[in-house]
């Protein structure tokens, strides 16, 4: 039986070369970009092993291990696989548990993450060959690390296809990765910008010293602690890492006697009372048009996973400035227009993302004026308490009321201006966007250089909006704080210029290109 599970994961890992050509391309150019970095990690750990100082290669390999340890744990659970292997697609069969788990468990071994896993593991054998002891040793961390990755991916791949059945549970659980992953970024650049001469390498060896007594780290420690010399440390490490990866498959076996009973969790239908927005808008076209876009921000997971997403991406240009040692006053007047440009930008294929339910307002011979400017309701509700509160929080913090008007203005150009160019754009080059439904973390087919050049061209067209206003507000900042007010004016009158020109000029190209865009809206 075990025999059966190896052959059928060979026989699907072999399936995905019968897909279409450009997906073939694409899946041989990753294999070769993983199979080429683990090459290198390889060659780098096998010139480590004339590296003289052993305890940094310690400290570094098991640190590296513990993060790569961790990441099967995280991947999983947190952006979700596809398990071809689920045990719940056994059940029928009436396989006895422990065989389908032993089954299970060996089938992880083929495939590419464990193939890249073995040709680094063994990179660290050459690097532990420093006599027969800690040679042995080096095989058994080896052995122990490799069962206990897969191992571990198996429960957590088993864990999610328990706890994120449903679509929304998937979706929460992908913006949580995102967020692990901006708490992650000040950590990766403050090792990168340290000075690992001096103070990085005794943050190195002390958080190394930790990881090594746990889970996480034990069996990538003990084989670099045999060859310093350490074999006691070496050997209760080594029953550390082996207690871990017992408990792992006793817990691996438990999941599977689970999962084999369990039915896969059904999403909650939810219940709703009365109109919601289209209650409290007016009864106009307009009205309506913004009542569904205000709907469709709170509900669907493609636009709320892009609103979370707003403030989050500030902070990466904002910690490795900080860390780079650009004043503080400089970086904190990014997070307020830097918003603001995105906020603007969202819209630029607004149509899109209806799908074929645009065909509503097309068959109704809404007025296209009022398709546009329904739609801007909710960015524009969201945009102006970022601009007013995030441009008072911002000068509170700097304490210089001065900056003020230039902080509104340019903020007010690079939101309106952005509108008003995705007003025009959305209609006249709608893209394929993610269907209704689908997650808002999958990536449609699209023509590539199209939707490249139309995301650059809406967010170049907001930038050049607020230009004059940049300007003023530099003037202001270096020269003479009276330019402030000319930054106010610029950014706000050209903004709602720029703002009405686009919901006329998008109202006409939407109603002249109405089949069109249910055309491309089928296609897509």
């Known amino acids: 039986m075990v025999a059966q599970f190896l052959r059928l994961k060979l026989r699907l890992l072999g399936n995905i070369f019968r897909r279409s050509t450009w997906q073939v391309v694409g899946i041989v150019v990753g294999l070769v970009y993983g199979l080429g970095v683990a090459v290198f990690l390889f060659t780098a750990l096998v010139g480590l092993r004339f590296a003289g100082d052993v305890e940094i290669v310690r400290d570094a390999i098991t640190v590296a291990g513990a993060a790569t340890v961790a990441g099967f744990i995280i991947f999983p659970l947190v952006f979700g696989v596809d398990d071809t292997m689920d045990p719940r697609r056994f059940a029928l069969f009436g396989i ?53 990755c897969l191992l571990l991916a198996r429960v957590a791949t088993g864990l999610a296809s328990l706890l994120l059945s449903t679509r929304r549970a998937r979706e929460v659980a992908g913006v949580i990765g995102l967020l692990l992953l901006v ?3 000040p950590v990766i650049v403050a090792l990168v910008s340290s000075d690992w001469a001096s103070s990085g390498l005794r943050a190195l060896s002390t958080i190394a010293a930790t990881l090594s007594w746990t889970p996480l780290g034990a069996a990538f420690a003990f084989p670099g602690d045999a060859a310093a010399g350490q074999w006691g440390a070496a050997f209760v490490k080594l029953l550390i890492a082996a207690g871990t990866l017992a408990l792992i498959w006793k817990g691996w076996e438990s999941l599977v006697a689970r999962m084999l009973v369990t039915p896969g969790r059904a999403a909650s239908a939810k219940s709703y009372r009365g109109l919601g927005w289209f209650d409290r808008m007016p009864h106009t076209p307009t009205g309506a048009i913004a009542a569904r876009s205000l709907t469709y921000w709170g509900r669907d997971a493609r636009y709320w996973v892009s609103l979370i997403m707003i403030p989050i991406v500030p902070l990466f240009v904002m910690i490795p400035l900080s860390l780079a040692g650009v004043p ?20 630029h294929n607004d149509t899109a993302y209806d799908s074929t339910a645009v065909w509503a307002h097309i068959a109704s011979g809404v007025r296209g004026t009022a398709d546009r400017a329904g739609r801007l309701v909710p960015v524009i509700i969201t945009g102006v308490l970022v601009i007013g509160l995030g441009s008072a929080v911002t000068v509170f913090v700097i304490d210089d009321w001065r ?63 607020a230009v004059p206003a940049v300007v003023f507000a530099a003037l202001g900042f270096f020269e003479d704080p009276a330019w402030h007010a000319a930054a106010f004016a610029s950014g706000v009158g050209l903004g709602v210029i720029a703002l009405a020109f686009g919901i006329w000029e998008g109202g006409r190209v939407f109603e002249r290109r109405g089949p069109e865009i249910l055309t491309a809206a089928l296609r897509a």
Request: overall charge positive; some cysteine.
């Open 403 to 465: 900056l003020l008007p230039s902080l509104l203005g340019v903020s007010t150009a690079l939101l309106l201006g952005g509108l008003g160019v995705g007003s025009i754009i959305s209609a006249r080059f709608p893209y394929p966007a993610v269907k209704p439904g689908d997650s808002p973390f999958q990536a449609p087919q699209s023509s590539g250089a199209m939707t490249a050049l139309v995301q650059s061209f809406t967010m170049f067209g907001s930038l050049l909006v």
């Open 183 to 185: 708490m992650v970024t």
């Open 328 to 347: 503080s006053l400089y970086v904190a007047l990014i997070p307020v227009p830097l918003m603001c440009l995105l906020l603007g930008w969202s819209l």
């Open 96 to 148: 006895p548990n422990r065989t389908m788990a032993v089954g299970l468990a060996l089938s992880a071994v083929i495939g590419v993450p464990a193939l890249v896993l073995a040709i680094v593991l063994s990179g660290t054998v050459v690097t532990w060959s420093r006599g027969f002891g800690a040679t042995v040793l080096a095989v058994i961390g080896a052995v122990l690390a490799f069962a206990t």
